[in-house]
């Protein structure tokens, strides 16, 4: 069964950090892994999705990194700012591209102005 | 531009009774899901739909029932509601296996 860690559980910034995410995963038979954003009292919202075969992806000021056979994903942040605060959670998706996807706990980021 | 939508935001039930919370979205999506979030738990996937007349369970699905009659709709049934049911609830969807995930906003659920 998969299983998900995230670490840092919480991370309190300085603002203009460039901080780094941590997501391991049990399982490395996945299809791809997503990392999501959730404000507090809102839904989550898709950041960066990395298929299995690639390695990272990059969107603005983000940066996710993956290495399926060890079972890690990162997601770097550049120059935060105070909008970033938020949680963060990663989510492997399940082999041959199912639709499971296991969630981490998350990370709660507070970026201090 | 709606999204995933998700109706009530808020409710209270008392122990025992049903209650259907609703799921819509308007992008023609294939895939929608219902999971639920407790605190230190993660989501947790209950029940998941691949195309309309097609459900199957995920993770915890005791307690709930889903059914798929149009790709927009996706309702989330609770039976006989308890205590232990009393969470956030997320309804996602997806055009497909490697896509993106989109959530609605949340629906809270208390049972007293």
């Known amino acids: 069964k998969q299983e998900v860690t995230q670490i840092p559980a919480a991370l309190s910034v300085p603002e203009g950090e460039n901080l780094v995410l941590n997501c391991s995963f049990t399982?490395?038979?996945?299809?791809?892994l997503q990392w999501f954003r959730q404000d507090p009292g809102k839904g989550l919202t898709s950041l960066l999705l990395i298929q299995s075969s690639q390695r990272e992806q990059t969107s603005g000021r983000l940066n996710a990194s993956l290495d399926k056979s060890s079972g890690r994903s990162t997601l770097y942040i550049a120059a935060s700012q105070p909008g970033d605060s938020a949680t963060y959670l990663c989510?492997?998706?399940?082999?041959?591209?199912?639709?499971?996807?296991?969630f981490g706990t998350g990370t709660r980021l507070k970026v201090l102005a | 531009n709606a999204g995933v939508t998700q109706t009530p935001k808020f409710q209270v039930l008392k122990t025992g009774q049903s209650m259907t919370l609703q799921c819509a979205q308007d992008?023609?999506?294939?895939?929608m899901s219902w999971y639920r979030q407790d605190p230190g738990m993660g989501l947790r996937l209950i029940h998941y739909?691949?195309?309309?007349?097609?459900?199957d369970q995920g993770e915890v699905p005791n307690g709930y029932n889903v059914s798929r009659s149009t790709t927009e709709d996706f309702p989330l049934r609770l039976l006989s509601a308890a205590p232990s049911q009393t969470s956030v609830y997320f309804c996602?969807?997806?055009?497909?296996?490697?896509?993106?995930?989109?959530f609605g906003e949340g629906s809270w659920l208390t049972v007293v």
């Open positions: 996602a969807s997806s055009p497909g296996p490697g896509n993106t995930i989109y």
């Open positions: 992008m023609n999506h294939e895939y």
């Open positions: 989510a492997p998706g399940g082999d041959s591209g199912t639709y499971k996807y296991i």
């Open positions: 739909s691949v195309g309309a007349g097609i459900t």
């Open positions: 399982d490395s038979a996945i299809y791809n």
